[in-house]
């Protein structure tokens, strides 16, 4: 037989779709904990549990200014004044408190730390010259290190390497590579990153992850009070998308945040945060309702952590906050579906 029909046969193979991607592992169910600023009482995480979450995310956070070159967290705070400090909740003390309580509640925990900029977007993050680069790559690569120990050494179910850092992720990719195999090192678990959602299908190291995280804000209905079936529908081309990308990578997706704010508007950019805002909590209750609906059942969806949920007792904190299901229908669509 001519090998040139052999070559063909292995051009057409080659050509064909990657099948699609089953995720065989019980669906996450979880929310995005806030630090608090003092220790809560023990009590704070029994409501995560009789609304049927059974996940947890830790988020510590570290700090930089946009232009600067270096980064901070609890470990290498600058001593003049210590401009850059954090909450109880936020430092490696309360961190590992904050999984403590979670496990002993017989909750699943993932770490997953975050950058705050001042004065511009972690999205964007970038450097001009190779030094500055250098620079950064040495403050964070402590900083991820530090976490993904302190993971290890309290049997963390989830490390999520990093937060949005989309646009470093795409330019530095060999940077990236490097760092996850160091995590490797030092941490037994499973690994993912949480990209957002007009970028994750650019994160050049997926290969390499557990999970593809996305944070999954996608734009779904322009309506003021939209339906569920609209807001259903709005989920189409995403999906179709999602769907891809796990059958490329052979990778169940996991939502590492998914919210939408109590407001008019509610689907249609979910990613902003300080617009204004006209209350409006069944919207809220029914764009979660629509993702349950649309996104949940898909065979390679992992599950999701909602954004985000208040430990503290008092309400002082999260009467504020437009995004939060506690206290509103949505937390009830929520723990009607996970119970």
């Known amino acids: 037989m001519p090998v040139c029909f052999f070559l063909l046969v292995i051009a057409l193979l080659s050509c064909q779709p990657a099948p699609p991607f089953r995720y065989a592992g019980p669906k996450i169910e979880g ?43 609890s470990e290498n705070l600058p001593k003049e004044g210590r401009k850059y400090g954090q909450w109880w909740g936020e430092t490696p003390a309360g961190v590992a408190e904050t999984i403590k309580m979670a496990q002993r509640k017989g909750l699943k925990t993932m770490l ?16 001009q010259t190779e030094a500055d680069w250098q620079t950064f790559e040495h403050d964070y690569s402590q900083y991820v290190l530090h976490f993904a120990r302190l993971a290890d050494s309290l049997h963390v179910d989830l490390f999520c390497i990093t937060t949005e850092l989309d646009r470093f992720a795409v330019a530095r990719p060999d940077y990236w590579r490097k760092l996850i195999g160091q995590v490797r ?15 994750y299908a650019s994160i050049p190291f997926w290969d390499q992850l557990d999970y593809i995280g996305v944070d999954g804000y996608f734009p779904l209905s322009d309506a003021r009070n939209p339906s569920v079936s609209q807001i259903v529908r709005g989920w189409k081309p995403h999906l179709d998308a999602l769907q891809k990308l796990s059958s490329q990578q052979q990778k169940p997706i996991l939502f590492t945040e998914f919210g939408y704010r109590a407001c008019d ?57 437009q995004y ?15 119970r």
Request: hydrophobic share 40%.
């Open 31 to 73: 929310v995005n904990l806030v630090a608090p600023p003092e220790r809560p009482d023990s009590a704070a995480l029994t409501p995560v549990r009789q609304m049927g979450a059974d996940w947890v995310a830790v988020v510590p956070y570290g700090f930089n200014r946009k232009g600067d070159n270096r980064f901070y967290f």
């Open 112 to 127: 997953k730390p975050h950058v705050w900029m001042q004065g511009g977007s972690h999205l964007d993050l970038e450097f």
């Open 185 to 199: 090192q030092v941490y037994r678990g499973k690994l993912t990153y949480a990209a957002n959602w007009d970028r």
């Open 265 to 321: 508007h509610t689907a249609r950019r979910p990613w902003e945060s300080d617009t204004d805002c006209t209350d409006n909590p069944i919207a809220q209750a029914r764009a979660c309702e629509a993702l349950l609906t649309a996104v949940w059942p898909q065979p390679w969806f992992a599950g999701g952590f909602a954004w985000k949920w208040f430990m503290n007792t008092s309400p002082r904190h999260r009467e504020r906050d």
């Open 324 to 338: 939060s299901p506690q206290s509103r229908p949505a937390g009830e669509v929520l723990g009607k579906a996970w």
